[in-house]
């Protein structure tokens, strides 16, 4: 009876684990990008936002609003990347909520009544209360807590991908350019699909070698 050699080689496991770190680093890639802050003012008209730059990673706009004082802002996220969460870094004073709308396309338009939400992607309202919290889900769920209900935008699901995107943020207590806000835009790397394809392929091809390998292996004995 022959023995076969009992060379060690990687198994399954170990494999896919060393291709999911591979599919881990290029998500990463260009994540030290430098990031971008922005200061205000900003537009007050939805037919002209003031654009911003994003780059991957943080994002900070802060300015001003309070009494019905509008600012509109419009950005693109490129190609290979998503908007991955939008943080509160400093809200209203609570129970003041501020407006926080999303549309998409370089554009705002709502109806000043807003009996409709048409236009927008999506919208929600947050305070110092939501300091360091994400919103973008809450943004992609077009409602907030405690306010009525105003049917119209299209929702979403985060993350944003790539595209063109603008803002509408206002507050109407308090006096004209009284009430601060500070939001992070945080921009992440996400895969092409062509990479999660290599990545797939490899498990697979890596899963067969080592089958055909064990089958070799029991032919010997």
């Not at 050699?5 to 030290?32: D, F, I, M």
Request: charged share 15%; proline share 8%; glycine share 10%.
């Amino acid at each position: 009876m022959k023995v076969a050699s009992h060379r060690q080689s990687p198994s399954v496991g170990a494999l896919c684990r060393r291709l999911a770190l591979t599919a881990a680093a290029v998500v990463s890639l260009g994540s030290a990008a430098k990031a971008a802050n922005y200061t205000g003012p900003y537009s007050d008209n939805g037919s002209a936002p003031t654009p911003v730059s994003f780059s991957l990673g943080d994002n900070i706009l802060s300015g001003l609003t309070g009494g019905f004082v509008s600012s509109y802002m419009t950005f693109t996220i490129a190609p290979g990347e998503d908007l991955s969460s939008i943080i509160v870094l400093d809200g209203s004073p609570a129970p003041d909520r501020t407006f926080f709308g999303i549309a998409s396309g370089d554009t705002v338009y709502v109806d000043p009544s807003f009996t409709s939400a048409a236009g927008l992607i999506g919208w929600t309202l947050y305070s110092d209360a939501d300091d360091n919290t994400d919103i973008l889900p809450a943004l992609g769920t077009a409602s907030a807590a405690d306010f009525p209900a105003v049917p119209g935008a299209s929702g979403f699901t985060p993350p944003l991908g790539p595209g063109t995107y603008s803002t509408w943020i206002v507050d109407g207590d308090g006096v004209a350019n009284t009430v601060p806000f500070k939001l992070d835009f945080v921009v992440s790397s996400a895969p092409e699909p062509s990479a999660w394809v290599l990545t797939l392929a490899g498990v697979g091809l890596a899963g067969a070698a080592l089958r055909r390998r064990a089958s070799r292996t029991f032919a010997m004995i």
